[in-house]
């Protein structure tokens, strides 16, 4: 039967708290830095960081390093300071919450990767200490691997930090034997101090993640892929060529279980076991109240057992436990690294794509004139298959 | 019904936002890493400037000793605005130490320049013989080194940061003063991010 409050119940139902906003809440231009910077500031605030993240990168391959620096910057604050309590972290590993509400601040190698962009911003703009910071910071990020073996494993992060320190004077043997001790896909470049010219190279489409189990539970990477295989570059009369040194799918999949898939597996066996429980309570609570008459006492406990197998499906349906699937989704698949010594003077250069026969790709051929204005600062030059 | 129609912001964090908290800069705020931060300025700048007062070539000198920064070495895993550091001792010490010791501007040497030619070009007024040098040689350089160890695992992130600062005598090369401060800070993320 129909009461009079029901008009009013309904009302309060979709009135509810605008505080929570759709996805979406702001105009897509189409254009990833403006649709990027709307995200930051009018999109979910646990997706702050992977907005930045793409943004930033995006920009840098534009040649806006200005425009990336600042939400890099922002990123990592929030990368360092995660340490201790949580609210958010918390809700993501309660029942009833999903992964995917805490505060995004991605995988290792997506931290990694946000050290590793601020390294270059850095040594753009002749801070070649802070560069190194953020190359060892970047290590730091990928030395809880389950397997040690892959701890602290990225060839370039050790070979720039070693380019670095002896840049600046020191020692850095240490450095340079780890890269080549870690070097897997082709050993890096002879490290010269004296060069002042550096190409930071990538090419390909990173990793991606999606969920599987069956509740989505348990986080998988597809790997990613790249028709490049390795860069050419033409300065003058000298030729240089750029070979993958760390391939970031690798980085992704041999990081070992996480702490937070024990969580997701508990939580889908729950899930498991409250559904299980459920349809038990029901079937055994529907047979009991229909065999006996009404008001017996086994009718009784069959209704007791149907309510007990309702509350039991409830747990179960709102029981989340499915992978946190966000991503850094315009990440490469390949980093790499050049460097020459040039005299001042502007200088044309001419970057070639290569694919796994070695011939360039033509689409991707590009010739651009470089300044080497002072030799005290090193030039730094950020090239990708993406660059616009 | 009413659990039904709760507000949807409990699902938001702080809805109503946070208000602004005004903190000292030697305080250890809310938002913490395990890196340098203001408290650690503080606390090794003050410690360093103290230390550098009581340093005999300072504290007994007839004349006040010309000091000149040189850039402290960042050789920890935190990039940061390293400057900071120098910036506050001197700071520190020409505000406390009433002329016992004198910094020179070299960081505005360009300027400088600008500036005094135009005086000797006679494009400027000058109140002395603007072709008699009178920028000032160093007696000391001030300068440091901040060195970290860090251990990440599964129980968490240690970093260890030394800081070290000489004075050196630009004459001789002798280093007439040598302070260090120690910080070492541990921190574990929650288990959503491990």
Redesign the interface.
Same mark, same amino acid.
């Given at each position: 039967m129909k009461t009079p409050a029901s008009p009013f119940l309904i009302g309060v139902l979709l009135v509810g708290c605008a505080t929570t906003q759709p996805v979406s809440s702001w105009q897509r231009t189409g254009d990833p830095i403006v649709d990027g910077k709307a995200a930051i500031e009018h999109g979910p605030k646990r997706d702050r960081v992977l907005w930045e993240y793409r943004t930033a990168v995006v920009a840098m391959r534009r040649g806006q390093f200005a425009e990336a620096k600042p939400l890099l910057d922002d990123a990592l604050v929030t990368l360092g300071g995660i340490y201790g309590p949580d609210k958010d972290a918390r809700r993501a590993r309660s029942y009833f919450s999903a992964e995917a509400k805490k505060t995004f601040i991605g995988e290792p190698y997506e931290r990694v990767m946000a050290y590793y962009y601020r390294a270059i911003l850095y040594w753009i703009d002749g801070e070649v200490d802070n560069a190194r910071a953020c190359f060892r910071s970047a290590q730091i990020m990928d030395s809880d691997a389950e397997n040690k073996t892959y701890s602290s494993d990225y060839v370039l992060l050790d070979y720039l930090d070693g380019l670095a320190t002896a840049k600046m004077g020191g020692d850095a043997s240490d450095a340079l034997k780890r890269a080549a001790a870690e070097a897997r896909l082709s050993r890096p470049p002879e490290c010269d101090p004296k060069a002042n010219v550096f190409f930071f190279v990538e090419f390909g489409n990173g990793p991606r993640k999606y969920a599987t189990g069956e509740y989505a539970e348990q986080l998988r990477f597809l790997p990613g892929n790249s028709i490049v295989r390795s860069v050419r570059i033409r300065v003058d009369n000298q030729t240089l060529r750029a070979d993958p040194y760390d391939d970031l799918t690798f980085q992704a999949t041999t990081r070992g279980g996480r702490v937070m898939d024990h969580i997701l597996a508990n939580k889908a066996v729950f899930k498991s076991a409250t559904d299980t429980a459920g349809n038990a309570a029901i079937i055994s609570g529907a047979i009991l109240a229909g065999q006996q008459g009404r008001h017996s006492v086994a009718d009784e406990v069959g209704v007791g057992l149907l309510a007990a197998g309702v509350v039991s499906k409830i747990f179960s349906a709102v029981t989340t436990p499915a992978a946190d699937t966000r991503a850094w989704d315009n990440l490469p698949q390949y980093l790499s690294f050049a460097s020459i010594r040039l005299p001042p003077g502007t200088h044309s250069v001419t970057v070639e794509f290569l694919d796994a026969g070695g011939n360039p790709l033509a689409n991707l051929t590009s010739t651009v004139a470089i300044n080497v204005s002072e030799p005290a600062r090193d030039t730094v030059i950020f090239v990708s298959d993406k660059n616009q | 019904?009413a659990i #039904?129609?709760?507000?949807?912001?409990s699902?938001?964090?702080n809805?109503s936002g946070i208000g602004v908290t005004e903190m000292r800069a030697d305080e250890k705020g809310f938002?913490?890493?395990?890196?340098v931060e203001s408290q650690d300025l503080v606390a090794v700048t003050d410690k360093m400037s103290r230390s550098i007062l009581d340093t005999p070539q300072i504290k007994s000198a007839h004349n006040p000793p010309v000091v000149v920064l040189d850039p402290v070495?960042?050789?920890? =895993?935190?990039?940061?605005n390293?400057d900071m550091f120098l910036t506050r001792i001197r700071v520190l010490l020409n505000s406390k130490s009433f002329g016992k010791v004198q910094f020179l501007a070299r960081d505005r040497m360009a300027a400088l320049e600008k500036e005094r030619d135009l005086k000797r070009s006679g494009q400027v007024t000058s109140s002395s013989d603007p072709n008699v040098v009178e920028f000032k040689g160093a007696d000391f350089f001030l300068t440091g080194k901040l060195q970290s160890l860090?251990t =990440?695992?599964?129980r968490?992130?240690s970093d260890y940061v030394l800081y070290s600062f000489q004075l050196v005598d630009a004459r001789t090369s002798a280093i007439v003063w040598e302070d260090f401060a120690e910080i070492k800070k541990q921190? #574990?993320?929650?288990?959503?991010? =491990?």
């Open positions: - | 019904m #039904l129609t709760g507000c949807a912001s699902g938001v964090k809805p938002v913490a890493g395990t890196g070495v960042n050789e920890t =895993r935190f990039p940061i390293k860090t =990440r695992n599964s968490g992130t921190g #574990l993320e929650d288990a959503a991010y =491990r």
